[in-house]
């Protein structure tokens, strides 16, 4: 082995960015792969607000009333009536089959008892599996039928002399004002877009993290690596992971550009501290990758145990289903994701505008995963000169 003419973290680093240079592996990890995640959720998410969701119909009614509810329902910006079905099977079948998301039951004789005075029910089957679009549909199925039932009422009192605003009052006695604070189009954009490039991001920072500190021990390397260090473990760790931390961080700035400016999503906070948390986040992550390669001494089931960690986060962040609703052991289990923070973060400062001191304590959490990188040190050491963990897959 030739002898190390410069040593210490510069010396790590140079070493560091010739491999990255000359590893195709290790540029698809890097680059390639989080950028293609990027453009394909992108693409996937571009419309933001689902529309035209297909609805069928069963108007076993057929009157002027049924058919304007009908046309009401098909005009809203969610529902499209892709189905007219002649009786309740089809529309059931059409239903299971999944060509629509809901089945709306007008009755027979519904305008007939509208004008008797009574309260016939329009009748709404939906597919609550997927919740966004049964939400909507909920949503709007309910807004068209009060909207109906209020001109009729309306229409009911002005024939009865009743002023237009003594009639209103009737119509709606006690008026719910609805005030959405956050997310008032339902955007899959800013709720789901940007917890998802994040969660792609992570995966790949852990990934690379992995690779990056096990394949010295797979290549039996991990003592040229000490070298360059001047024998210092830390200062090893600190100029292998440094560019990486550089990448990641730029290509995170560009996923932030992309959301706030590309996407329009709304950044009613403090950039400064999304810029922050992301640039905590992915040494997070790497501390995370060095610590399952100083237990394991082995590439191939770090690797696994990263994949595990990583790809199964979403589940545990409160995106979909809140956190405090989860069983302690989900809940503890998100407690050790450092996703967990930085999403935090980017919903307070983004969507929130939330005051920049509750945003403190996930900056200190996030901190704190960076710092597991001290009690890899002396197990690393040991695994950087001693031989016999070298070269394992």
Not at 153 to 182: C, D, N, W
Not at 363 to 380: E, K, M, N, S, T
């Amino acid at each position: 082995m030739a002898a190390v003419q410069s040593t210490g973290i510069g010396a790590v680093f140079s070493r560091e960015i010739k491999r990255l240079i000359t590893d195709p592996i290790y540029l698809t990890v890097m680059m390639g792969l989080p950028l293609f995640s990027f453009a394909l959720l992108i693409v996937m998410f571009y419309a933001g607000v689902p529309r035209n969701i297909p609805v069928a119909v069963y108007d076993s009614d057929n009157s002027a009333l049924s058919r304007r509810i009908t046309r009401l329902i098909d005009a809203t910006p969610s529902m499209e009536v892709t189905h007219k079905v002649s009786d309740f099977e089809q529309g059931r079948s059409v239903v299971l089959s999944g060509a629509c998301d809901a089945l709306i039951v007008l009755p027979r004789n519904l305008e007939y008892d509208v004008l008797k005075g009574l309260a016939p029910a329009v009748i709404n089957y939906y597919d609550n599996l997927y919740l966004l679009p049964a939400s909507l549909i909920f949503r709007d199925v309910n807004r068209v039928v009060g909207m109906v039932s209020a001109g009729i009422s309306m229409h009911l009192y002005a024939a009865r002399g009743v002023m237009p605003r003594q009639a209103i009052k009737m119509v709606e006695p006690v008026k719910a004002i609805t005030r959405v604070l956050f997310n008032p189009y339902t955007n899959y954009i800013y709720f789901l877009v940007g917890s998802l490039l994040p969660t792609m991001l992570q995966i790949f920072i852990l990934m690379g993290a992995v690779y990056c500190f096990g394949d010295e021990l797979k290549r039996g390397t991990a003592g040229d690596w000490l070298e360059h260090a001047g024998g210092s473990t830390w200062k090893a760790v600190v100029g292998k992971a440094l560019p990486s931390t550089i990448v990641f961080f730029v290509i995170g700035l560009f996923m932030n550009t992309l959301l706030f400016h590309f996407l329009a999503a709304p950044l009613k906070g403090s950039a400064f501290l999304i810029g922050l948390a992301l640039l905590l986040f992915i040494p997070a992550y790497q501390a995370i990758g060095l610590l399952m390669v100083t237990l394991t001494a082995n590439m191939r089931l770090s690797l696994s145990g990263a994949a595990f960690f990583s790809s199964t986060a979403f589940c545990f962040v409160g995106i979909t289903f809140p956190i405090y609703g989860m069983p302690l052991p989900a809940q503890l289990w998100a407690g050790i994701l450092p996703l967990n923070y930085y999403l935090k973060i980017y919903i307070d400062q983004s969507m929130r505008g939330a005051p920049p001191l509750q945003s403190l304590a996930y900056l200190g959490a996030l901190l704190a995963f960076i710092l597991l990188f001290v009690p890899c040190l002396p197990r690393l050491h040991k695994l950087m000169l001693d031989e016999r963990y070298w070269g394992r897959i």
